[in-house]
């Protein structure tokens, strides 16, 4: 709880699914929740309700301009309840740069078919409160890994990582193809999800199937060359949405005293030689366990 509340490791069958902890910083984690905002805010600062909002940085150990996925991941989470199965972890922020209290609370639950992760944001100030929510996960890479989401849009970004121009297509399409993950080196978010998203790791037999919550329609993926992991990271808004843009929609605001809610469900299962239709890559598929 004191690493940002992350988890640190995932497995099933003995196989990792998500990537082991590998170090002792955050980023080493197997993954964190995001809360309130995914990925960057330009230079920290946007105007909202009325107020403009100045944030530092919070890259540890850069001198990175952009803060980036919210305070979650930077602060001591205390665990509420917790059994073999089960956690219950909450952090509370108090007014300040982001001058909007919230409490935070993850929920996370392992079943005989997986694991899920819960997040709930409530807002203790007097104000609406501009938020996003979303969840970070790191994925083991090989040479074969496959990704596969199927969206509407990708966005082109610049050097620093902001989005400066959305190629969207009239259907949601898979953007590797089929391909292996590492074909592509991107850090940039994809709009209009439509079913799960799926990782596939054909030379060690297994599949994990990824169900989002419906306000989770953005996908977030990281595949930095050369490394032996990605990120696909299910989140509620595109980065730096709190600087809208002519056309974009509103940020959510999210009323006093109310709760956002979002989920992930990550579903394991074994590879099968035949395909399968609820796999958008083929080959190859996979079959319950």
């Not at 996960?137 to 509407?152: I, N």
């Not at 940020?251 to 590879?271: D, K, S």
Request: with cysteine; glycine share 10%.
């Amino acid at each position: 709880p004191r690493r940002g509340g992350a988890l640190l490791r995932f497995d099933w069958r003995d196989a990792a699914v998500l990537r082991r902890v590998c170090g002792p910083g955050i980023f080493d984690t197997a993954s964190f929740a995001l809360v309130p905002f995914s990925n960057r805010i330009a230079h920290g600062r946007f105007a909202a309700g009325g107020r403009d909002v100045a944030l530092p940085p919070n890259f540890p150990g850069t001198d990175h301009p952009h803060p980036l996925h919210g305070f979650g991941w930077l602060a001591d989470w205390t665990i509420c309840d917790t059994s073999d199965r089960q956690a219950l972890l909450a952090f509370s922020h108090e007014a300040g740069a982001w001058p909007w209290a919230f409490d935070a609370e993850q929920h996370i639950a392992l079943d005989e078919d997986g694991l899920e992760m819960s997040l709930a944001l409530t807002n203790r100030s007097s104000a609406p409160m501009p938020y996003g929510l979303g969840f970070h996960p790191y994925f083991p890479r090989d040479e074969d890994t496959v990704y596969s989401g199927l969206h509407r849009g990708e966005w082109l970004t610049d050097s620093e990582g902001l989005p400066v121009r959305l190629d969207r297509r009239d259907a949601a399409c898979d953007w590797w193809g089929g391909a292996p993950v590492g074909s592509r080196i991107v850090d940039t978010v994809y709009e209009e999800r439509e079913g799960p998203l799926w990782v596939i790791w054909p030379s060690r037999g297994i599949a994990l199937r990824i169900d989002a919550s419906a306000n989770l329609a953005h996908t977030v993926v990281y595949t930095p060359a050369g490394a032996d992991f990605f990120c696909a990271e299910p989140v509620s808004h595109r980065t730096d949405a709190f600087n809208r843009r002519e056309g974009d929609p509103p940020v959510e605001m999210l009323e006093p005293g109310a709760t956002a809610r979002a989920t992930i469900r990550l579903g394991p299962q074994r590879l099968a030689a035949g395909p399968d239709e609820r796999i958008a890559v083929q080959p190859p598929a996979a079959v319950g366990t």
